[in-house]
């Protein structure tokens, strides 16, 4: 009798689906419709001819850079930003042709040259920087486009508006230093908008001394998500929304903010089940112990995965619609938790870390809130070993 050949081993690990594989099972979902409902939310809050910047700096805060910019240029977003030229070299690797706009400071000023050939947008911020571009401008025969920073208070890169003018007059009078854009960045735009008013008031002050003494033509920029959602005279020509954009508030109190759609989910799977007797120790320390014969569950995911250790004891994970402790120490590649309570578990089950299941969510703040951090910071330490899948 003919046997059928067993598959070839190299397609059980590379199956010719476009699906990543992966084995352990950990992933982050990215739900592209939540992101272009927020988007659209975003867009109901501005002016008709306002333009959007989608910050998808540091990976889209830890959602998917090049998954999500492909969406921002399906939306028809007409700019992006990015945390470094080798974010934005990515992108266009990727097959990105939206403008790009290089939000870190460029040093040393050899790299203004990656950006050039790169057709990445740098920012500039001093006098010496701008000599540089302009040198690499002539030797490579080419104009470059830039972004002025104009520091009003946040104290960080940027240029303090004494040292502003001579900047604008050197670009007013050379043609290989084309500025496409002007910006400034809020430092309390989510508690504080008196200050928020005066950063903006020193901004414009220079904008229209650009445009009016000069005659220089240019976006000017100036609101990320709080100030975009708490004062739309910060709008200006185009608006620079990060969080928001992932569906997170970046108010303290987020249940002031806009209702918007996390976009993130961080998915598991119960990969170890056993029931353990009364006074029973889990994990590192011995810090829990059962009180009752209890049922623990092992999940492939630790503090290697961005799972972070100050959850230990503390957070909660979901598992069939219900709410789970974490049981013990979050280890490198494992934690524990106690699934006692939860009819029919099973070997297999998922697991939510981040997002909702059945009537139940652990939402980003949850966990930021134990971990004495902001919601920004739980989504960018999820890390590149987690596999995100977009769906
Ligand atoms: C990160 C960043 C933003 C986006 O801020 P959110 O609070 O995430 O909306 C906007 N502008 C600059 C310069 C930034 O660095």
Not at 145 to 159: E, Y
Not at 357 to 383: F, R
Request: glycine share 6%; charged share 20%; with cysteine.
């Amino acid at each position: 009798m003919k046997k059928e050949p067993p598959p070839a081993l190299t397609n059980l690990f590379f199956p010719k689906k476009r699906t990543p594989v992966f084995f352990r099972q950990n992933w982050v979902e990215v739900d592209k419709s939540d992101f272009h409902f927020n988007l659209k939310k975003i867009k109901e809050h501005l002016a008709k001819d306002t333009k959007i910047m989608t910050v998808i700096k540091a990976n889209a805060y830890g959602h998917g850079g090049v998954a999500l910019a492909k969406e921002a240029q399906k939306a028809g977003i007409s700019w992006i930003a990015v945390s470094s030229l080798e974010e934005g070299i990515t992108f266009r690797e990727a097959g990105i042709k939206t403008n790009i706009l290089v939000l870190g400071g460029l040093y040393p000023f050899e790299n203004l040259q990656v950006a050039i050939v790169h057709n990445l947008t740098p920012t500039i911020s001093t006098m010496a920087a701008l000599s540089a571009l302009e040198d690499m401008a002539v030797r490579h025969n080419k104009i470059a486009n830039f972004h002025l920073a104009v520091d009003t208070g946040m104290g960080r890169i940027g240029s303090l508006s004494e040292s502003v003018y001579p900047m604008l007059q050197k670009i007013a009078q050379t043609p290989e230093l084309n500025m496409t854009g002007m910006y400034t960045h809020f430092t309390v735009a989510d508690t504080d908008p008196v200050f928020t008013q005066m950063q903006l008031e020193s901004f414009t002050k220079i904008v229209k001394y650009a445009r009016q003494t000069l005659g220089l033509k240019f976006i000017a920029h100036s609101a990320n998500s709080a100030a975009l959602f708490r004062n739309k005279r910060t709008h200006l020509d185009m608006v620079r929304p990060g969080i928001s954009l992932f569906g997170l508030s970046p108010f303290k109190h987020a249940e002031r903010f806009i209702k918007l759609k996390p976009v993130l989910t961080w998915k598991t799977k119960i990969s170890f089940l056993k029931r353990v007797p009364s006074g029973f120790c889990v994990s590192y320390g011995r810090t829990f112990v059962t009180t009752k014969e209890s049922v623990i569950a092992t999940i492939p995911v630790g503090y290697a995965d961005g799972y972070n250790r100050l959850l230990s004891n503390k957070g909660d994970v979901l598992v069939r619609g219900k709410r789970c402790p974490i049981a013990g120490r979050i280890t490198m590649d494992m934690t524990m938790i106690d699934v006692t309570g939860v009819k029919g578990v099973a070997l297999g089950d998922e697991v939510v870390l981040i997002g909702a299941q059945g009537k139940e969510q652990i939402k980003v703040d949850e966990l930021a809130k134990i971990q004495d951090t902001i919601n920004y910071e739980v989504t960018c330490a999820i890390s590149p070993r987690v596999p995100r899948i977009v769906v």
